[in-house]
């Protein structure tokens, strides 16, 4: 895109003020559902929960969850802004992008989404609403996903999820099946022809069935990965999930670690954890469902700062890079 194309849009703000108030805030809601699921649990309770917990099935499963996290992240963005933003970018510099921005997340996660559009604007000059939109296009697969594997169990089971999570998980195939007939669908083209032109919606309007179908494969094999996990780490601890219920628990206990009501992934892990392992499917003590969900909570934390502090420095570098050419 030429500097000409970008004439009247302005170069990513980074607004840390902002960031502070939406980080206080989530991070009252994610001490509020901790507190609710600590309700009632003692410390002895917790105490017996985390010994409970095998130490090397827990290592394991924390290490090939991580490794899977982080490659899919890469290889996924990396699809995307070579695809949709910059066909010359390298693969190492998409790696430092991926993986440094995560030292933001551990405290400010609403800048992860500035660091794309800032680097792609400093160095290629491409508008940040369109590199948003390539990165909202991973994003929105990884969500898909997530609904997909829910969306399963409730169809092929009898698992009960809750009536609110029922009408979550419908509500988001109503609007992604409208949102899809109404990007792609010949017929509708000149309907909305202007915010279907959007920058944000440029990816979403360009990208072909292989890169979706990659890009959808990419989180599926991570999701698998993520069951595999989950399931060894419960089994050491004594609860057996069927594979139904296996299936909703492991994408949502995850999801939820990076939704607004969690922060550095505490908080929704906690909360859906001792709801549905122990209160709903009585699948084991709430002092185990919660012990369970703070250490494998703070397992990731301290695996996902070493990788993202490796890559740091050099994602810094990146966003003081010249302009390319």
Known sequence: ??????????????????????????????????????????????????????????????????????TADV?????????HLAP???????????????????????????????????????????????????????????VLFTSVTLLVSDVELGTGLTVVVAAWWVLALAGGVWLWSPRLRNLWPRARSAALLQAFTTTTRAELAKLMALRVAHQLVLLTCVRALLAGMGATLSPSQLAAFGPLFIFSGALPISLAGFG???????????YRWRLMAPGQAMAFSLVWSSGFLVLQTAVAVAHFPRMLTLLRAKPHG
């Open 88 to 146: 010359e970018m390298e693969w190492k510099d998409v790696r430092a992008l991926v993986c440094g921005k995560q030292v933001l997340a551990l405290a400010l996660p609403v800048l992860t989404k500035v660091v794309g559009p800032l680097y792609f604007w400093r160095r290629w000059k491409i508008s940040p609403a369109r590199a948003l939109g390539a990165s909202e296009l991973v994003n929105t697969c990884d969500l898909t996903t997530v």
């Open 1 to 70: 895109m030429s500097p000409e194309a970008l004439e009247g849009e302005a170069p990513p703000r980074i607004d840390v003020g902002r960031a502070v108030i939406r980080s206080a805030v989530a991070l009252v809601i994610a001490g509020g559902i901790c507190a609710w699921a600590a309700r009632g649990i003692s410390h002895a309770e917790l105490r017996e929960g985390i010994h409970g917990i095998p130490l090397w099935p827990l290592l394991a499963s924390l290490g090939f969850f991580t490794v899977s996290f982080f």
């Open 75 to 83: 290889l996924g963005f990396g699809l995307s802004w070579r695809a």
């Open 268 to 278: 929704g892990p906690q909360g859906l954890a001792v709801a549905l392992l122990a």
